[in-house]
């Protein structure tokens, strides 16, 4: 298949677009070189076309293309408010221009890079009232160490489950509403043009050529970075939270996957969970990174952030139903070898 891969200079982009030519794609490669992800003065990676969806014309470039794989976007949690336009921008109007120029091409498969974060604080249980939302997180419940979220009916505990593709989207972060709202245009793209999308929603993706130490960089690209600095990662709250860590050829075999599955689904957007299967509390992932590391062990903090979110957990099962995706590395085998894979070098990090 003709593959236009936005993104691909970026760290999931550059897997997903190897692994495309390895099964036998034509992968044409694209990247904005954001200075956020690259640095101010990037050198073109070999073969990746320098292009901003933002601005530069699309059409030429989309003729032939049998799917569209969109990776390009500005990630992480950003540093305050005044990240909020780019993030519109980058991600927003940056795709609404890409799907615009599908349309007058007749170009009508899709497949999204989305994330986790379109569900916030994921789903509970109660004993009494069943499958809830939790209650919002309470600062003097924080200052006081408890981190647990509590059921918004009784004030009772509750129990994280694993999250479905049918849970309410709960954006919390300016990338999460820019990532809704990205999920949102695809939709009314394929009502529009009969369009097939499929959207990839990706828990905490790690591996080799991880971006270092940013602000706009995920826990284990933080952890790895302290690592590489012969320092303790830093694990805030008490070390409890759930998460999922995929590595990034899975994710990157996902989306080769759904690049060749999405004509066979439905007209409209499918999503799809891409996690591991297999979750973890945040100090047993800290605990695997530094053991395989042999450096020193991780410090639980007790510090929190406000926009933090306490237990997230994606079920990947409609994955394997819809596309036959299966995780093939085990968190506690990735997560090991992350210790000494290669990060990308860092650009330096805005300050608020
Ligand atoms: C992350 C990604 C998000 C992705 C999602 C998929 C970032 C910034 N966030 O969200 O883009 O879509 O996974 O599920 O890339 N923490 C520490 N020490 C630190 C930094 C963070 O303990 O130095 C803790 C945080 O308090 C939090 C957890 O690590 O509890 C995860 O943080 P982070 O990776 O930033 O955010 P996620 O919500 O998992």
Same mark, same amino acid.
């Given at each position: 298949m003709r593959v236009l891969l936005t993104g691909a200079a970026g760290f999931i982009g550059t897997h997903i677009g190897r692994l495309a030519v390895e099964r036998g794609h034509q992968v044409i490669a694209l990247d904005a070189y954001l200075r956020q992800a690259h640095g101010e003065h990037a050198a073109p990676v070999p073969g990746v076309h320098r292009l901003d969806?933002?601005?530069?014309?699309?059409?030429?470039v989309l003729s032939g293309v049998d799917v569209v794989c969109h990776q390009a976007a500005m990630v992480g949690n950003g540093v305050d408010a005044q990240d909020l336009p780019d993030y519109a921008d980058h991600n927003d109007h940056g795709q609404a221009r890409l799907l615009a120029a599908m349309a007058r091409v007749g170009v009508r498969h899709l497949v999204l890079a989305s994330s986790m974060v379109v569900y916030g604080d994921g789903r509970y249980t109660c004993p009494e009232h069943g499958d809830v939302p939790p209650a919002a997180r309470r600062v003097d419940a924080l200052d006081a160490g408890l981190f647990d979220p509590r059921c918004p009916h009784c004030g009772g505990e509750i129990t994280w489950r694993l999250i479905g593709e049918d849970t309410p989207f709960l954006p919390r972060t300016s990338y999460a509403a820019s990532k809704v709202a990205q999920e949102h245009y695809a939709s009314a793209w394929c009502t529009l043009e009969h369009g097939r999308a499929i959207a990839?929603?990706?828990?905490?993706?790690?591996? /080799?050529?991880? /971006?270092?130490?940013? /602000?706009y960089a995920g826990v284990a690209a933080i952890f790895r970075s302290a690592i590489a600095r012969e320092e303790s990662p830093r694990v805030f709250e008490d070390g409890g939270q759930m998460r999922d860590f995929v590595h990034v050829h899975d994710v990157a075999l996902a989306n080769v996957l759904a690049i060749e599955k999405v004509g066979q689904h439905d007209e409209g957007l499918t999503p799809y969970n891409i996690a591991s299967g297999q979750p973890c509390t945040l100090l047993t992932m800290a605990e695997t990174l530094a053991g395989a590391s042999g450096g020193a062990p991780p410090v639980v903090t007790g510090e929190y952030r406000r926009f933090d979110v306490r237990h997230v957990v994606a079920s990947p099962a409609a994955a394997t139903a819809g596309l036959g995706f299966t995780a093939q590395i085990a968190p506690v085998e990735g997560l090991a070898a992350l210790a000494s894979d290669p990060l990308r070098s860092a650009p330096r990090p805005r300050q608020p």
């Open positions: 969806l933002r601005h530069d014309s699309l059409d030429d990839l929603r990706y828990h905490n993706v790690y591996g /080799p050529g991880m /971006p270092a130490d940013t /602000p």
